[in-house]
């Protein structure tokens, strides 16, 4: 696990292609960039949904670039 810097957001040294279709939630609020957690892991994230509400379920449905595209699951 690394700390890619002023974000404090952590990531493995697992491809970041493995979390598309998974499911976590929202640490913080998506507006629509923030960040996420899948696996027990920190990963910056864009929603698609615009906006996604601190605490609510995500699944992931891209991986680009080192952050992932994540859907609101409702």
């Known amino acids: 696990i690394r700390d890619i810097g002023v974000t ?3 990531t ?3 491809p970041i292609s493995l979390y598309v279709g998974k499911s976590g939630r929202a640490l913080t609020v998506l507006a629509p960039s923030g ?9 910056e994230a864009f929603a698609v949904d615009g906006f996604v509400e601190r ?10 670039a080192g ?3 994540v859907r609101l699951v409702r």
């Open 55 to 64: 605490g609510a379920a995500v699944l992931v449905t891209e991986a680009d």
């Open 8 to 10: 404090g957001v952590q």
């Open 35 to 43: 960040t996420v957690e899948v696996d027990g892991q920190r990963l």
């Open 67 to 69: 952050r992932v595209t």
């Open 12 to 14: 493995c040294a697992l």
